[in-house]
C-alpha cells in the first residue's frame, strides 16, 4: 500500500486519467489479480516437503521451484511496467492474469520436477505483468479523492493474502493435494479476467522501445549467479564449473551495465543510483528479503520434517510472523511520516537480527510458545523496511522514473528472496555434510564415509533422515536423531549469517533520507 500511495505522490507531472469503469469492480479484479501473486510467494513454502517427496526432488530442485518465480518476478518488473505503458495496462493485465491461471493448472498437472520448475518461471512472468500494471488501472478508475481509500483497500487485500498463505497452503495440502495450492489459482484467475474484460480501461502511456539485450544480459547474470550458488556444495566451490558460472555472472554484469549506459531507453537507468538514499533502499530491500526468504524456506522443512508437523499446523506455526507484518506495517508508515524513515529503518533490521538469532535456541523438542517470540520481533522488524525502503527509493527518483523506481523496489525484493533460499541453502548443505559424521558417532552409530556423507548431506538438509529400507526400528531411531541434529547445525548456521545480514541493513539506515513528496521532486545525492 505504502509503495503504490508514494509511486501516486511521486508521479505529479503525469498526465491525470478520467475515472472510468467501475471502480469497485476494478478495485476487485486488480485485488484478486494480485492477491493470486502474493498468495503463490506463501504457500509454495509450505507445499515444499509435499512436492519433494511426491515428485523424488532434491534440496536444489525445490529451491529451484522458488528461486525460478522469484527470479522472473524480479528481472521481468520493470519490463512489464513499460509493455503496460506501451500497449495499454489493461491488455499486459489479462495477459499476466490468462497466463497465470494457464502455468499454475500446467504446474499441478506436473508429472516431474523439470516441468514443474520451467512452469514456475513462466507463472512468475505472468505474475510480473501483473503488479507494474495495477497502480495504472485503479489510478484511471478512482478519482482522486477517492484513490487513496482504493489503495488502502488494495493493500490491505495483499497484505491479508500473504499472511493467510501459510494456512491456505497447510489446509489445501493436508486436505487434498500439494497440487491444488496451485489449482486454486483457475477458478480466481477466471474471476478475475472476467470482471477485468468488462470494467477495466486501456490506459496507455508514452510509447518507448524495448532494452532487449538488456533484459537478456540482466537474465543470464542472476541465472548465472544463483545457479552457481545452488550447484556448488554438490560440485565443490573449487570445481571449474562453480567458479566459470561466477565469472560468467560478473562478466554479464559488468556488460549490463556497459550497455544500459549506452541504451536509448535501458531498462533500468542507472542514473537512478547516483542518489544515495535510493541506492541504500535498493540493497536493504534485497538483505532484508535475503533472510526472510531464505528462513520461511528451511523453517518449513524444520517444522515438517524434524518436528512432524502437519502442514496446516506449520501455517499456524508461522502465522504469528504474518500478522505482526499486517499490524507492524501501518504502525511503520505512522513512524516514518512522523520520525523520517531513518530511525525506523535502522530500529527494524534490529529487530529482525535479533529475532534470527533467538531461532538460533531452537533444537529437537520445542512448541508453538518456543517460535512464537521470534516470529513476532520478525515481523515487526520487517516491516519498517517494506515500508520505508519503498518510500526512499520512489520518493527520492524524479518525477519521470517514479514507475522504474516502484518497479526496482519490487525487483530487489525477488531477487533478495532468491538470493536467501539459495545462498543460505549452500551454506546450510556445506554444514549439514561437516557435522553429519559427528552426530553419528555421537549416537553411538559407525562415522559414515565422506562419500557416503555426500550422498546425503543434501537428503538430511530438507531435514530428511536417510534411513535405508528394513534397517531395525532402534538404529533408524538414532539415524534419524543424527540427521536431524545435523539439520539444525545447518538451520542455525542460516540463522547466524541471515542475523548478520540483517546487522548489516541497520547500519545502511543511517544513510537514508526521507524523499520529496511534492511535484518536481528531484534525485537527492
Known amino acids: 500500500m505504502t509503495q503504490a500511495a ?11 486519467a478520467k475515472p472510468g469503469g467501475s471502480p469497485a469492480l476494478t478495485l476487485l479484479a486488480v485485488a484478486l489479480g494480485v492477491i493470486m ?11 515444499n ?72 518461471v513462466l507463472q512468475g512472468v505472468f505474475g510480473a505483468m501483473l503488479q507494474p500494471t495495477a497502480l495504472g488501472l485503479l489510478r484511471s478508475a478512482f478519482p482522486a479523492e477517492k484513490l487513496n481509500m482504493a489503495l488502502g483497500i488494495w493493500g490491505a487485500a495483499i497484505a491479508s493474502s500473504t499472511a493467510a498463505g501459510p494456512i491456505v497452503g497447510g489446509l489445501l495440502v493436508e486436505h487434498y493435494s500439494w497440487q491444488s495450492v496451485f489449482y486454486i489459482n483457475v477458478p480466481v484467475g477466471i474471476i478475475a479476467f472476467a470482471i477485468g474484460l468488462k470494467v477495466l480501461r486501456n490506459q496507455r502511456g508514452e510509447k518507448s522501445g524495448f532494452d532487449v539485450p538488456g533484459i537478456l544480459l540482466l537474465s543470464g547474470a542472476m541465472f548465472a549467479v544463483v545457479y552457481g550458488i545452488i550447484k556448488a556444495p554438490s560440485w565443490g566451490w573449487g570445481d571449474t564449473r562453480t567458479i566459470g558460472l561466477f565469472a560468467a555472472a560478473v562478466a554479464l554484469f559488468a ?9 536509448a531507453e535501458p531498462l533500468l537507468p542507472l542514473g537512478l543510483f547516483r542518489s544515495v538514499s535510493i541506492s541504500v533502499g535498493t540493497i536493504m530491500m534485497l538483505l ?26 506449520s501455517g499456524l506455526r508461522l502465522l504469528p510472523m504474518m500478522l ?35 531461532l538460533t535456541t531452537l533444537g529437537l523438542t520445542g512448541g508453538f510458545t518456543d517460535t512464537l517470540p521470534w516470529f513476532v520481533m520478525l515481523g515487526l522488524g520487517l516491516s519498517p523496511v517494506f515500508v520505508g525502503a519503498t518510500d526512499i527509493i520512489v520518493g527520492n527518483a524524479p518525477v519521470s522514473m517514479a514507475g522504474v523506481a516502484s518497479g526496482l523496489q519490487n525487483s530487489a525484493m525477488q531477487v533478495g528472496g ?26 553411538g552409530l559407525p562415522a559414515p564415509g565422506d562419500a557416503a556423507v555426500d550422498q546425503m548431506k543434501e537428503i538430511v538438509a530438507a531435514g530428511i533422515a536417510p534411513v535405508p529400507p528394513g534397517t531395525e526400528p532402534a538404529v533408524a531411531e538414532l539415524i534419524s536423531k543424527a540427521s536431524h541434529l545435523a539439520f539444525i547445525d545447518g538451520m542455525h548456521l542460516a540463522f547466524y549469517v541471515a542475523a548478520v545480514v540483517s546487522l548489516v541493513a541497520a547500519g545502511l539506515g543511517l544513510f537514508v533520507k526521507a524523499g520529496r513528496k511534492v511535484e518536481g521532486a528531484v534525485v537527492h545525492v
Open 255 to 263: 556488460a549490463f551495465v556497459w550497455w544500459e549506459n549506452r541504451a
Open 288 to 313: 532484508v528479503a535475503f533472510g526472510m526468504f531464505g528462513a520461511l524456506f528451511f523453517l518449513t522443512f524444520y517444522m515438517q520434517s524434524v518436528h512432524g508437523l502437519s502442514p496446516v499446523d
Open 418 to 443: 532468491a538470493l536467501g533460499t539459495a545462498v543460505l541453502g549452500a551454506l546450510m548443505t556445506a554444514r549439514v555434510g561437516s557435522s553429519l559424521s559427528g552426530h553419528f558417532t555421537e549416537v
Open 37 to 47: 501473486v502474493t498468495l503463490d510467494g506463501t504457500v509454495v513454502a509450505v507445499a
Open 6 to 16: 508514494t509511486a501516486v505522490q511521486a508521479s505529479g507531472k503525469a498526465k491525470e
Open 324 to 358: 505482526a507484518m499486517m499490524v507492524g506495517s501501518p504502525i511503520a508508515g505512522i513512524m516514518i511520516t512522523k520520525l523520517g524513515p531513518r530511525i525506523p529503518l535502522i530500529a527494524g533490521p534490529l529487530l529482525a537480527a535479533g529475532a534470527f538469532l533467538g
Open 49 to 120: 516437503p509435499s512436492i519433494g517427496a511426491d515428485l523424488n526432488a532434491s534440496l536444489a530442485d525445490l529451491q529451484w521451484v522458488t528461486n525460478g518465480y522469484l527470479l522472473a518476478l524480479a528481472v521481468f518488473l520493470i519490463t512489464a511496467g513499460k509493455l503496460g505503458d506501451r500497449f495499454g495496462h489493461k491488455t499486459i493485465f489479462l495477459t499476466g492474469i490468462a497466463g497465470f491461471a494457464v502455468t499454475s493448472l500446467a504446474i499441478g498437472l506436473s508429472s516431474g520436477i523439470t516441468m514443474l520448475i520451467a512452469m514456475r
